[in-house]
Every structure is written in structure tokens, then in C-alpha cells.
């Protein structure tokens, strides 16, 4: 009886569903929703791609993966590794860039 | 070539209890983007998110057999909470993942049909892929087998022996005079010698110089002065020669170039091949021309370019004769706002001939003054044009462009950076199967042009190299026979070191596909063999 007595007393679950629409989704949200729907996400992450191949991050990326061998690597280990690296060493004109589209972007579609 | 890698447990597992059923379901939810990528977009335009952390900003995988989707820090808990829901699909990239490895996993099956429903969501051009066409060129396989034949003929014909050869250096190795300014014309002739299917084709007499309508009316003909040429350089005799026969027919060729001036080496290998084919058997209508010029080095180029705002592509084919290759200097092109470049110095890049080629092949985006007519938009628009080879040639050969023109300011100006280059090339990225393929991600899919029948390695045989200035200058030709480098320079030929070879500045690079290179070192080995009294055969050599 001590079982069910601890079931009862046991807080509810939380629900993922419920707790989703109680939550406001946040700005970060918003800003995503609306550049994926207008498709400038998409817009950027190509314009993403030329500029980090143009200045020659891509190759670096592949030659820090390519040092970790052909054998015993997973996708997930190279994503681990390289990702911190990845973030550290983009550009900062690449950054000043993306960053001055998405706010023209920000801009033209305010309401 | 592409082999299937195994697939891991789990994936043959979820193949042997739902076969392509998942697979197909999924196929209706790919969608391409607007850069021709697959992702799997479901219907609703909600962004897909983590069921259990809803996060969206990590790579989100969907269950193959649930469709629920999880980050990659939550597909282990969704496979723990269900039962062999093991395998799941990289939503952004349409590339199948195995959650218990954690490590992507191919299926060629899977592939095939995120390919298939990408082509057909294509604009009619589905990306440049003709995925009907599964003919396999036999042509090429008949021409290889037709100089097969050469190549024995060579051997019997090299077993004569002359006596006036004196060393042990192999065969068809002769300095050239120089008879003013020539340099550049002997650089060459140098090369030629000692292609393997051109030597064998002017050696083993296909060239009958006997018959030759030109000759018996007293005409020049380049041809036949070729093959003396090669006779005479065959013959054993290391004395000096002086080419001035085909100097002279050279110039009634090419009128233009016909001085006492230094020519561009390049230039006069165009042009020698030139005068080679309209000497030669007249090219029919359709399909290829025989010519030797053409048998030997001539390959196909394609050009693919693609309108950016539907994706259609335009394909074309070119033939070339050789490659005429921009230096790679590792510069990028700049961004007003790049005065920061990610390497640290960009004096310590070294160029490389792969580093060349990579540039060859890469999409290059068309300026705003070339936009192309897109048949699917009906108007001009801004487009990538991508080059990659269709088909190699036997005999490859890369001009590296150091001579720059600048018609603007009437001035020219030679690049004397250096350019590091193998021995042994493997073509096999540069070649259309391979820059198509790479257009669709990581996919096992047989694409047409996938030629498994050619080989794509290559061996260094000839560089022309080139010291000094535009107006005054001098080219150089290394050898690589048997293992051993020489140097010509002119009439003076010399044994020299690997190291010296590489340290060279090159300009023209020459490789044989490997095959009928070793073929063609094992016909100069030097071998006793008693002399024939065989006056006819006008090639006699061996030491």
C-alpha cells in the first residue's frame, strides 16, 4: 500500500504539449519563424556557405576532420569536435555581414 | 569508384523487416531547395522540432518508422522509448542516420530514390543528370584496342639493333639544336617524342611517308617531316640534331608565327597539333577525327551552367586538345569588409597543380554582364557555371598560365610563382561523374558518365619548364624515362635528380594514362639482341 500511496502523492507529468502553448514562444522564435517562412533562412545559409568557402574555412574544417582519420569516426564525434572549433574561428567579416542582412531584413518587415 | 560500404547491423535489420516501405513514404515529403539541396519538408509549414526538448537549432533527425523527430542529443532516448526505431533521416540534408552507431549509414536504395523524386521536382534539366542515358562510349574501347596494336609492333621494330649507339641511355633521347630562339620548338618536340601512343603511331611506319601525295608532288608535308623527325631521333645516332626541315614546314603552317622571334611554347604545341589534324585523315562529319593529333590528346570538356533563380541547367560539350590551368594562389575573392583572410599569411601558400584543377572545377559565378538566357525562365539571369571533364584524353596535357596579358594597359607580364605537381595523377575528381555527384551531397547512386572502364591515373612523362622573363627566356624539357630524369636543354642532355625536377618552375605538364606509360618504358629497355640486315625498316635502335 506504501506503492500507491507514493503514486498519489507523485506530481503530475509535465506535459510537453500543454507547456508549449503556455509558454510565449521568445523573440529568437519569432525572428526564425518569420525568416524561414519568407525563405530569407534560406537565402542566408547560401550566402553563408559561398562566403565561408571563398575565404577558405570550409577546407580547414575538412583538414581538422580529415586528421581525425578514416577509421572509427562517427558523424556525431566530427560534429563534437569540429563544431566548437567551427563557431570560433568564422570570420569577421562573414559575421558583420549575415548580421547586417538579418537587420535589413528585421527592418522591412516590421509591423 | 564507388563501393557500397556495408551497412551497419541495425540499418540491415529495419531493411529485412520494412524493406523500401519507409523509404517510399518518406520520398513524398522531400522537397529541393531553392539551391538543390533535398530536405524533408512535411506539409505543414510548422519548423520542425526536438519531441522532447523542442529545440529546432541542432540537426533534427525524423524516425523512419514513427516520423517523430528528435536533436541528435535526444535520437538515443527516442530509440530507448521505442523499440527498433533505430534508423532516422537528417532532415536538412536527406541523408540516412543509424541512432545506435550514431554515424551516418548508405543505402544505395534510400539514395535512389531521393534522387529520383529530386529530378523530378527539377526544372526539366534535372541538374544536368541524364538519368536515361546508359550507353557506355565503345568508341573509346576500340580506339585503346586499335593502339594496342601499336605498341607490339613498337616492340618487334626496337629489338633491331644499331650500332652506332653508343651508351645505354634509352632510346629516342637526342639533344636538339637550337637554330635561334628555337628553344620553345625543341621544349616541345621534346614532349611529343615521348608521348607513348604519338611515338608508337610515327615509329611503327602508320605514317607512309612512301605514299604521301604531298611528298611525291614536291609539297611539304608536316607529317612526313614529323616522322622523319622521329626517325632520325630513333635512329640511335646521339649527335646532336638539328630540326630545321620541320622548323621550316612548321612555319609555311603557321605563317604567322614563322620568325627568328622566341615563340610561346604552348602556342606552337596548339599549333603543331593544328597543322597534325589538317594534314591529316579527313575528319568525317559526325563523331571523332582520327588524326593522330586527336587520338592522342584529345578529351572532352563539359560545361554546365546553372540559372540561380529556378535551378535549370544548360549543358554543353567541348573538345579540348589540352587544359590551360589558372595558377591557384589561395586568395579569396574579397569582400569590401575582408581585411582579415583566415590564413595567417598568405605569402607561405604554395600552389599546387590539384589546387589548379580544384579551381577549375569549382562553380564560378557568372558576373551580372554574362547573364544567361534560362530556357525554363524565358529571360537572363545571374548563373554558376561549373567545368569538369567528360572524358580524358591518353595523353593529358596542362598548360599553366603564366603569361598574363593585359590588353587595356598593352602590357604582358610573366607569374614566376612556383607550382608543386605529382608524379602520379588521379584524375578521378576532376571528371564530370564525380563534380555531378558531389552537386547532390553524400549519395550512392550510379550516375551516367560513371566510366569503369577508363582508367583516371596518370603519369608524369614530360615538363616544360620555362626561366626568365616574357621577352627573354628560355624552356627547358625534363624527361622522365624508366625511372630516370634528364634534363634537355637544347643539345645538351643530362642525368638529373628527382629534387630538380620538382624544384622547377613548369609550365607545360605532361601525363600518360599509367598503363601505356609502363608499356611504353618496357619497349626502351636496351636489350643485346643480334642485329637483323634488314636495310627497309628505316628505325634502328637500341644500345
Redesign the interface.
Given at each position: 500500500m506504501s506503492a500507491k500511496r507514493s503514486s498519489i502523492n507523485r506530481p503530475p507529468t509535465p506535459d510537453v504539449d500543454r507547456d508549449r502553448e503556455n509558454q510565449e514562444p521568445t523573440l529568437q522564435e519569432i525572428i526564425n519563424i518569420k525568416m524561414i517562412e519568407s525563405g530569407e533562412k534560406e537565402r542566408l545559409k547560401e550566402l553563408l556557405r559561398e562566403r565561408l568557402i571563398e575565404c577558405g574555412w570550409r577546407d580547414e574544417m575538412k583538414s581538422l576532420c580529415r586528421k581525425k582519420g578514416r577509421n572509427n569516426v562517427t558523424v556525431d564525434d566530427l560534429v563534437h569536435v569540429i563544431t566548437p572549433k567551427g563557431r570560433a574561428s568564422v570570420p569577421d567579416p562573414v559575421k558583420a555581414e549575415l548580421l547586417q542582412r538579418i537587420r535589413s531584413f528585421l527592418a522591412s518587415t516590421a509591423t | 569508384m564507388y563501393t557500397n560500404p556495408k551497412p551497419c547491423k541495425h540499418l540491415a535489420d529495419y531493411k529485412l523487416r520494412h524493406g523500401l516501405s519507409g523509404y517510399n513514404l518518406l520520398q513524398e515529403q522531400i522537397r529541393t531547395?531553392?539551391?538543390g539541396k533535398s530536405s524533408v519538408k512535411n506539409h505543414q509549414?510548422e519548423?520542425p522540432r526536438c519531441?522532447?526538448c523542442?529545440g529546432?537549432q541542432k540537426?533534427l533527425y525524423l524516425c523512419l518508422i514513427c516520423s517523430s523527430i528528435s536533436c541528435?542529443s535526444h535520437t538515443l532516448l527516442h530509440s530507448q522509448c521505442e523499440n527498433g526505431h533505430d534508423i532516422a533521416v537528417d532532415i536538412e540534408r536527406s541523408e540516412l542516420?543509424c541512432v545506435l552507431?550514431?554515424?551516418?549509414v548508405y543505402d544505395p536504395d534510400f539514395d535512389k530514390i531521393v534522387m529520383l523524386k529530386h529530378l523530378m521536382d527539377l526544372p526539366r534539366s534535372g541538374n544536368g543528370v541524364d538519368v536515361s542515358a546508359g550507353r557506355r562510349s565503345s568508341k573509346r574501347r576500340r580506339l585503346c584496342s586499335a593502339l594496342e596494336l601499336d605498341l607490339k609492333k613498337t616492340k618487334q621494330l626496337v629489338s633491331m639493333r644499331d650500332l652506332r649507339a653508343k651508351s645505354c641511355y634509352p632510346l629516342g633521347l637526342r639533344g636538339l639544336n637550337n637554330l635561334g630562339s628555337t628553344c620553345f620548338m625543341n621544349s616541345v618536340l621534346q614532349a611529343l617524342l615521348h608521348a607513348p601512343p604519338f611515338r608508337n603511331y610515327f615509329l611503327t611506319g602508320q605514317r607512309n611517308h612512301e605514299v604521301c601525295r604531298k611528298r611525291s608532288s614536291d609539297r611539304l608535308c608536316l607529317l612526313c617531316d614529323i616522322y622523319v623527325f622521329f626517325s632520325a631521333v630513333f635512329s640511335g645516332d646521339r649527335t646532336p640534331y638539328s630540326p630545321a626541315q620541320l622548323l621550316y614546314s612548321w612555319w609555311q603552317h603557321s605563317a604567322n608565327l614563322a620568325s627568328y622571334e622566341q615563340q610561346d611554347a604552348h602556342e606552337f604545341f596548339i599549333s603543331v597539333l593544328d597543322g597534325i589534324h589538317e594534314n591529316g585523315v579527313k575528319a568525317r562529319n559526325t563523331g571523332e577525327c582520327h588524326c593522330v593529333a586527336h587520338r592522342v590528346f584529345s578529351g572532352q570538356l563539359r560545361s554546365d551552367v546553372t540559372c540561380m533563380s529556378c535551378g535549370y541547367t544548360s549543358t554543353t560539350y567541348d573538345p579540348f586538345m589540352d587544359i590551360s590551368l589558372n595558377l591557384d594562389t589561395?586568395n579569396?575573392?574579397s569582400?569590401d569588409?575582408?581585411?582579415?583572410?583566415?590564413?595567417p599569411s598568405d605569402n607561405t601558400y604554395v600552389s599546387t597543380l590539384l589546387g589548379c584543377l580544384d579551381l577549375f572545377t569549382k562553380p564560378e559565378k557568372l558576373g551580372s554582364d554574362q547573364k544567361f538566357f534560362c530556357e525554363n525562365c524565358q529571360e537572363r539571369q545571374d548563373s554558376v557555371k561549373q567545368m569538369s571533364i567528360k572524358r580524358l584524353p591518353l595523353v593529358l596535357c596542362l598548360h599553366i598560365k603564366r603569361f598574363e596579358h593585359f590588353p587595356v594597359r598593352r602590357m604582358s607580364r610573366k607569374i614566376d610563382r612556383y607550382m608543386q605537381f605529382p608524379f602520379c595523377l588521379d584524375m578521378n575528381p576532376y571528371l564530370s561523374s564525380s563534380v555531378v555527384r558531389n552537386r547532390f551531397g553524400n549519395r550512392m547512386f550510379a550516375f551516367e558518365g560513371d566510366e569503369l572502364d577508363t582508367s583516371t591515373e596518370f603519369e608524369i612523362f614530360a615538363v616544360v619548364t620555362h626561366s626568365g622573363t616574357l621577352d627573354s627566356g628560355h624552356y627547358v624539357t625534363y624527361l622522365h624515362l624508366k625511372d630516370q630524369w634528364y634534363k634537355c636543354d637544347d643539345a645538351w642532355i643530362t642525368a638529373v635528380e628527382e629534387e630538380v625536377v620538382r624544384a622547377s618552375q613548369c609550365y607545360m605538364l605532361f601525363y600518360a594514362q599509367k598503363m601505356l606509360y609502363y608499356k611504353a618504358n618496357e619497349d626502351l629497355v636496351c636489350q643485346p639482341v643480334s642485329p637483323r640486315a634488314d636495310p627497309f625498316l628505316p628505325i634502328a635502335g637500341c644500345c
Open positions: - | 531547395t531553392p539551391s509549414t519548423i519531441c522532447f523542442n529546432y540537426r541528435s542516420y552507431c550514431c554515424d551516418q589561395g579569396c575573392p569582400t569588409l575582408a581585411n582579415k583572410s583566415l590564413k
